[in-house]
C-alpha cells in the first residue's frame, strides 16, 4: 500500500468506504430489536413508537440509550440545527458539563437552585456541578475573551448533554433527567442590537422546526430560573403535551398558561354586610360550599397555601443563601391559582404547597383557611387583583365545618400584595381584544430569552464602548431540546403501523427488503439495488433477513422509514421492484435500470 500512487490509495480508501457501509447496514448485522406489544409503562404514541422500532432504551428513570437507528435520527436532528444556527452566523463551542460551583456562587444561582441540581465534590472537596445549564460557564469565558465593542455581536452556540433531577420524568424523552441540549448564547453592546439578534435566532428556530415537519408556535412565557425580562416558548401543538397554551383566533393573542392574561369580569359593587358565622359541616371544597349554600362559586373566596423559597437579601451575592417562607394567596372561588405568576409576585426561586402542620402554625385550617384572623409576622399574605373588587364573599372561618359569610377586602383584611396570581382557562377573555380565548396541549420544543445584564452585571463582563467606558455585555439565551424534539416528531408523524419519520430526520431514507426467498438470482438484484442507491449517496438499510416478507414489512413501517423499496422473484422477472410510500401507503413499480436512484430520490424527497 505504501508504493501505491497517492490517487490508487484514494481508490482504494473509497471503495472500502462504500463496502463497509455495505455491509453496517445490512439489518441482519444491525444492533436493534423491535417489539411487538405496546410496553406498558409507555404512556404516549412516542415513547411507544421510539421503544418498539428499536430507537431508544431506557436505562433508569429518566435516563435513556439511544440505539444505532436513533442515533441517526437525533444525528439528523442535530445536524439541521447546526446549518440554521451556522447560516445566522453561530460559533460551535464544546463546554464542560462538569463545572466548580465558584461559577454559580458568582451568580448567585449556587444555592437558590434545588434539588434539581446535582452536586458533587472532587477528591480534593471542592464544590461541583453537573450542569444543567451553561449561562454561568459561558459568561465566564465571554469575559475574558471579549474586550471592546468590536468583538460583538458575537454567537455561541453548542450541542451538549445536561442533566437536572427532575422529581417526576414522563413521557419517554418529553422530560427526562439526562437530555441533550442545543444551548446558544449571544453577546451585545446594549439591548437594541440583543433585539435585533432575537429576531434572527427566532427565525432560524421557525426554520428547524419547519424542517423537521413540525409546525411549532411562538407563545410568551416566563423567564424562570434563566432571568431576563423576555421570554418565548415554541410550542408543538399535541394532544400529549404537558404544557397548557391560550390563544385568541380574533387578535392572535398567544401565551403560556403559567403567563397568559385574561380579561376578568368585575362584579357590581355592593354594600358591604355585617360578617355571619356560618356552620358548613363537610364542606371542605369550593364545590361543596356552593353546593350546600346554593351560591355561584363567585361569590366565595379560595384560599390556597404555599411555601416559597426566597434568596436571602441579607449577604452578599457570592455567598446567598435561601429561606422559606409562608404564602397565603386568595382567589375568587371560580378560579385557579397560577404558581408562575404566583411566584413571580413573590420573587420566589421555587414554591410548594404548605403541609397541614405549616398552615395551622399560621392559625389558619386546611379546607375552612381564610386571611381572617391568621399570623401575619409568620406569613406573607397575597390576594389576586380580582378579590378588592368582589363584594360579601364567603370564605373560611379557620376552624373545622365553619365559614364566614360577607367577607369584604379592605374592611376586613389587607393584603402584603395585590398581583394577578390567576391561571387563565378555555372560554376565558381575550386581555387583548376580548374574544374567547382556546386552550390547547403542546409540547416546549424550543425557547429563547432576553437575559439583559443579568449575568454579565454579577460575574464582572464587560467591554469597553467607543468613549472607552466600560459598560456590562448584553446577553440572549436559546435553547432546544434535541430529543424532546425528536419526540415531537413522532407525536406529529405516526399513524397505527409506527413512525412515519419526514425525510430530513429518518433513520434512513430507504430500505429495501431482499425477499429473494433463497433464490441467488433475485439475492443478487437485491444487493445490486443495494449498493446503486448508496453509491447515489441515499441512506439505505437492507434488510437481508431470512425472514417472512410480513415481520419485514411490519418492521419497515414501524422504523418509519420514508421508502420501502421490495425485491422479489415476480418483479425481477418483470424487470421491475416495489416502491412503497411509508406515509401516505401509495405503490407503484420502478424499473430496474440506470433511473432507478433518480425516481427513488424523487419519493424519497431528497
Known sequence: MKSCPNHVRIIIALLVRVRVTVLLMRLSKFFYQTLREPQGDAEIPSHQLLLRAGLIRQVASGIFAYLPLGLRVKRHIEEIVREEMDAIGGQEVALPVVQPADLWRESGRWQQIGSDMARLKDRNGRDLCLAMTHEEVVT???????????????????????????????GGLIR?????????????????????????????YTNIFRRCGLDAVAVRSDPGMMGGSDAHEFIEPAPSGEDTILSCEACGY???????????????????????????????????????????????????????????????AADRGTADRFVFAVLRGDMELSDTKLANAVGALRLRPATPEEIRAVGAEPGFGSPLGIDRS???????????????????ANRIDYHVRNVNYGRDYEADIVADI??????????????????????EVGNIFKLGDKYSKAMNAGYLDQENVSRPIVMGCYGIGIDRLMASIVERHHDDNGICWPAAAAPFQVAVIDLSGGDPRVSDVAKSVYE????????VLFDDRDDRAGVKFNDADLMGIPVRLTVGRRGVEKGVVELKIRRSGEMSDVPLGDGLAEAVKAFSGT
Not at 140 to 155: G, K, T
Not at 422 to 443: E, K
Request: charged share 30%.
Open 532 to 539: 446503486t442507491l448508496v453509491s447515489a449517496e441515499l441512506d
Open 176 to 204: 427526562m433527567r439526562e437530555f441533550t441540549m442545543k444551548d446558544g448564547y449571544s453577546f451585545h453592546v446594549d439591548a437594541g442590537d440583543l433585539d435585533d439578534w432575537y429576531e434572527k435566532v427566532f427565525q432560524a
Open 140 to 170: 465566564s469565558l465571554i469575559r475574558d475573551v471579549v474586550r471592546s465593542y468590536r468583538q460583538m455581536p458575537c454567537l455561541l452556540y453548542q450541542i451538549q448533554t445536561k442533566f437536572r433531577d427532575e422529581p417526576r420524568p414522563r
Open 378 to 396: 409568620r406569613s406573607l399574605l397575597v390576594v389576586d387583583d380580582l378579590i378588592p373588587v368582589c363584594f360579601n364573599l364567603v370564605a373560611g
Open 254 to 316: 398567544r401565551a403560556n398558561r403559567q403567563v397568559a392574561r385574561f380579561g376578568k369580569d368585575r362584579p357590581t359593587a355592593e354594600e358591604r354586610l355585617p360578617l355571619e358565622d356560618l356552620h358548613t359541616p363537610g364542606t371542605a371544597t369550593i364545590d361543596d360550599l356552593a353546593r350546600f349554600l346554593d351560591i355561584p362559586a363567585t361569590k366565595t373566596a379560595k384560599a390556597v397555601f404555599m411555601v416559597a423559597t426566597v434568596a436571602d437579601d441579607q449577604v452578599g
Open 422 to 443: 390567576a391561571a387563565a382557562g378555555d372560554g376565558d377573555a381575550c386581555p387583548a381584544c376580548g374574544g374567547g380565548l382556546r386552550a390547547d396541549q403542546g409540547i
